[in-house]
């Protein structure tokens, strides 16, 4: 039987992945994966919003907005992000007409279900943050909108939304580095993001520790500079109480 030597150890080298097409790859990669959070970004904070204002609204006229919204948030949270992508990828492109599908086709249909999947998932976490912001205002300052003469928007608009936005920014900046993260799951759906390519790189290179090394450097660099900006955010602008 043969054993390995246990003095030998492999011998680490980073060399043939930093140039040529290895390095590209794994730029490639990074891009599509900082691509998908500032588009997810972008595109699921206006989506939290009206969710979250939904969940706010007064009951009498809009119970059904509020029940739509409910059970938007309640189904994508129970769901596991990666079976939201497979959804997006598998589903939903089959019940598009079949113009917009065949253009979807011939695009980057991995990343554009990516993109979807991460979107929702993340708007429905986004939403809860938004509402618990909102109602950290105190119910006075709601009364206090309704004497003036102010109607449900616009008492938002002007008086509430501004005191909740101090408590509202540091959990959606937390989100924020979730969806960092969660790029990493667009994989399996097969978009080049980084995973994607990393494990390309590992089975064209036979470096595998040296490759998810640089990866997962890449991935802890990224959610750390998000922690710090949100840092950065939390000193210069703290939470105050709102006033009664």
Same mark, same amino acid.
């Given at each position: 039987?043969?054993?390995? /030597?246990? /003095? !030998?150890?492999?011998?680490?080298? =980073? ?8 390095? /590209? ?8 994966? %900082? ?14 919003? +009206? ?8 009951? $009498? ?10 059970? =938007? *948030? ?11 992508? %497979?959804?997006? @990828? ?13 253009? %979807? @086709? ?10 979807? $999947?991460?979107?929702? @998932? ?7 943050? *938004? ?8 119910? +006075? ?7 003036? #003469?102010? #109607?449900?928007?616009? $008492? %938002? ?7 909740? &936005?101090?408590?509202? !920014? ?6 924020? &580095? ?6 990493? *799951? ?9 995973? @994607? ?10 470096? +595998? =520790? ?10 802890? +660099? ?9 840092? &950065?955010?939390?000193?210069? =602008? ?7």
């Amino acid at each position: 039987m043969f054993f390995p /030597d246990a /003095d !030998v150890m492999p011998e680490l080298d =980073f060399t043939p992945l930093l140039h040529g097409q290895f390095l /590209d790859w794994l730029a490639a990669g990074v891009r599509l994966s %900082l691509t998908l959070t500032v588009l997810a970004l972008v595109l699921a904070l206006p989506l939290a919003t +009206g969710v979250a204002l939904a969940r706010l609204a007064p009951s $009498a006229p809009f119970a059904p907005l509020r029940w739509l919204a409910t059970f =938007f *948030i309640e189904a994508v949270r129970n769901v596991p992000l990666l079976a939201h992508m %497979l959804f997006w @990828y598998f589903a939903v492109p089959e019940l598009l007409p079949d113009g917009l599908k065949a253009r %979807l @086709y011939a695009g980057n249909v991995e990343a554009a279900a990516a993109l979807a $999947a991460l979107v929702v @998932y993340t708007a429905a976490y986004m939403a809860e943050d *938004i509402r618990s912001g909102l109602r950290s205002v105190p119910a +006075g300052q709601w009364e206090a909108s309704r004497a003036l #003469g102010l #109607g449900f928007i616009a $008492a %938002l608009r002007w008086v509430v939304l501004p005191q909740a &936005l101090r408590a509202t !920014v540091p959990p959606l900046i937390s989100q924020t &580095l979730n969806l960092w993260k969660n790029t990493s *799951i667009a994989t399996v759906v097969g978009a080049a993001e980084l995973m @994607y390519q990393a494990q390309r790189v590992e089975s064209a290179s036979f470096r +595998g =520790f040296e490759t998810f090394a640089l990866a997962t450097a890449t991935y802890l +660099g990224v959610s750390l500079l998000i922690t710090a900006l949100g840092a &950065l955010y939390q000193h210069r =602008f703290p939470a105050r109480p709102a006033a009664h």
